[in-house]
């Protein structure tokens, strides 16, 4: 999926910053030197069980995120749509449920369809963009179109 490895490193962060805090807080409430011992074992035996089950715990959470986020879909106030910011730079792409920046050197290929123009990331994920020719909302997809062709990469047209 598309945002399967941005939720991962969110949750992942956010996990690792939970396991910091609760060792560090239970080394300040530390009242003897035997009490240290005890705190060595509790921090070990949580740190291996952190490894040990955090990818069921990530990808079960990550799961979860993604249901909720196919049911909310139906109510489009409440999420947003896609947005697409193009610059002589990078590709900005604001979706509902992430974002991502790609620069104009990770365009692999570009292919320009009678309702679509595609454009290939070479990314870790390896993803496709793809833009509506139906929908103009203001925006002029031939200058886009020509900035592709001229400055990144030939547009196969099918």
């Known amino acids: 999926m598309y945002f399967k490895r941005l ?3 969110r949750v992942t962060v956010l996990f690792t910053i939970a396991l910091v805090g609760f060792i560090f807080f239970d080394f300040f409430n530390l009242k003897s030197d035997d009490d240290v011992l005890k ?10 069980s952190f490894f040990v089950f955090h990818y069921a715990f990530v990808n079960t959470i990550c799961k979860v995120i993604f249901k909720v986020m196919r049911k909310l879909e139906g109510y489009t106030n409440f999420i947003g749509k896609y947005r697409l910011n193009f610059t002589n730079s990078n590709i900005r792409v604001n979706s509902p449920i992430g974002a991502f920046v790609h620069k104009w050197s990770q365009i692999e290929k570009a ?4 309702d679509f123009f595609f454009l290939y990331v070479k ?3 390896q993803h496709i963009i793809s833009i509506s020719n139906r929908c ?4 002029n997809l ?3 179109i ?3 062709e001229n400055n ?6 099918i």
């Open 136 to 139: 103009k909302n203001g925006r």
């Open 7 to 9: 939720y991962k490193e």
């Open 39 to 48: 705190w060595y074992l509790r921090s070990s035996v949580l740190m291996v």
């Open 111 to 114: 292919v320009l369809t009678k």
């Open 142 to 144: 031939s200058d886009l």
């Open 152 to 157: 990144v990469t030939e547009i196969m047209k």
């Open 123 to 125: 990314d870790t994920d």
């Open 146 to 148: 020509a900035f592709v």
